[in-house]
């Protein structure tokens, strides 16, 4: 069966997800693999089943060269009056670590923002680490907090020197609430939209307990980066390690994924991540596949009933730059499945992986709908779902092991002790949308 193939170019640059490369130099060694996987591959006649597809790209082994793709990041850092004291020098701190560990082969500058907006340092190649370090530790604390600006600024930044073979990306650190200009989460998660639209991500990383986590949580995914929680701001460091140790370590950029569904089964929504989704058609975008990473995109699907033999039912294209050529690579997988088979044939097909990615995301919504009820004020309701997510998440590690689900059920059982405490609710809620980021989740990223 042939389907009729849709070439569509995502402007998504490169993703400075972690914000970090593994061992200074990780570079693709190999191209990245794709599979396409149905949870039910067998179905029973006669069934109109609702069904899973799963797409995984799995990136390549990273090697240790000199030759790594190069960054061009921009540093918008949170000057407002909160950040005064150890929070504004760990934050003077944890920037002037990741400079380190740029060379002349990177673009880097430094924004800062109160009220106003300053640029210390415009974009540039870091051949003198000394300039930008006496420029970072000149950061003091003052006013209050224009993180829109801010982010606007950066981007202003990384677009002088963006490049579709460099990771380009804006890593936001803000301790407190958008209090001059756009305020909204809406208004962050378009301003994020619109930036990977350009092939420019964002990570963000809020420092403390006043910060507003949906909105820094919005922008983040909108723009394909990653959000950090910073209960302290010892831990900003780490956590800027972490994102550069992905940063540097990329095998693919640019990458679009196109699902074509044949006659009879149709694309109903996306549980991972955002995408387009129309009839038989879907269509995502990623700025970065990461070495030693599988990437994944998780969709419903419903299929009328089919005939018994095994045959194709779909096939997804995906393209996607070599960061180290900046050639466009293809690559294409089928999607198989058949009908007619019998209760215990469809229960011993059942694709395991397939099912701990559903069984992962499907608690993620809950855990989503749970944070709105104890915003509410509906405490018992809320912990009643999280209590449903650490049951079903139980009831399927004691079939099959899951060293993340198993993390999962644990973190979800410590919400539900403590969600009745308003002392600890707001953090309890930051950590909560840091496990609704895109981080690693049992080695793979979604």
């Given amino acids: 069966m042939h389907f009729r193939r849709h070439a569509f170019h995502t402007i998504t640059a490169a993703i400075l997800a972690g914000l970090l490369a593994a061992p200074s130099g990780a570079r693709a060694a190999e191209p990245i693999t794709l599979t396409a996987r149905l949870a039910h591959p067998v179905m029973k006649s006669g069934a109109r089943p609702t069904n899973y597809l799963r797409i995984g790209l799995n990136g390549c082994a990273p090697q240790r060269t000199a030759d790594r793709t190069p960054v061009n990041v921009a540093f918008v850092i949170d000057r407002s009056g909160s950040m005064t004291g150890e929070r504004i020098a760990q934050a003077r701190g944890a920037a002037v670590m990741a400079i380190k560990r740029l060379d002349d082969k990177d673009i880097a500058s430094v924004v800062i923002f109160d009220d106003k907006v300053d640029v210390p340092v415009p974009a540039q190649k870091v051949a003198d680490h000394n300039y930008f370090i006496d420029r970072i530790l000149q950061v003091a604390a003052r006013g209050n907090t224009a993180i829109y600006a801010g982010v606007n600024a950066g981007a202003d930044?990384?677009?002088?020197f963006k490049d579709p073979q460099r990771l380009n990306r804006v890593v936001l650190l803000s301790d407190g609430l958008a209090?001059?200009?756009?305020?909204?989460?809406?208004?962050?998660?378009?301003?994020?939209?619109?930036?990977l639209a350009e092939g420019i991500s964002v990570s963000t990383i809020g420092l403390g307990a006043?910060?507003?986590?949906?909105l820094m949580l919005q922008l983040a995914r909108a723009a394909d980066g990653n959000h950090a929680f910073a209960s302290a701001p010892t831990d900003l460091v780490q956590i800027f390690n972490r994102e550069f140790d992905d940063v540097l370590a990329s095998c693919a950029q640019m990458v679009s994924i196109d699902v074509e569904l044949a006659p009879g089964v149709r694309a109903v929504r996306a549980l991972s991540r955002d995408g387009a989704i129309e009839g038989a058609h879907a269509k995502f975008q990623l700025n970065q596949v990461y070495a030693a990473t599988e990437h994944y995109v998780l969709m419903e699907v419903a299929f009328d009933a089919g005939s018994a033999e095994e045959r194709e039912v779909g096939v997804v294209h995906v393209s996607y730059m070599a960061p180290d050529t900046g050639a466009r690579q293809t690559l294409d997988a089928p999607i198989r499945a058949r009908f007619g088979g019998s209760d215990a044939e469809v229960a011993a097909n059942v694709d395991k992986a397939v099912m701990e990615s559903v069984l992962e995301q499907s608690t993620r919504e809950r855990a989503a709908r749970a944070i709105a009820l104890r915003d509410q004020g509906r405490i018992e309701e809320a912990r009643a779902l999280l209590g449903q997510n650490t049951r079903e998440i139980n009831a399927y590690l004691a079939v099959t092991p899951s060293p993340a689900l198993s993390s999962m059920s644990k973190q979800y059982e410590g919400l539900v002790t403590g969600m009745a405490k308003p002392a600890e609710w707001n953090a309890q809620r930051k950590q909560m949308r840091q496990m609704d980021s895109m981080g690693l989740i049992g080695g793979s990223r979604y």
């Fill in 157 to 160: 930044e990384v677009r002088k």
């Fill in 179 to 195: 209090n001059v200009g756009p305020s909204r989460p809406d208004d962050f998660a378009e301003l994020g939209r619109r930036l």
């Fill in 210 to 214: 006043q910060y507003n986590e949906d």
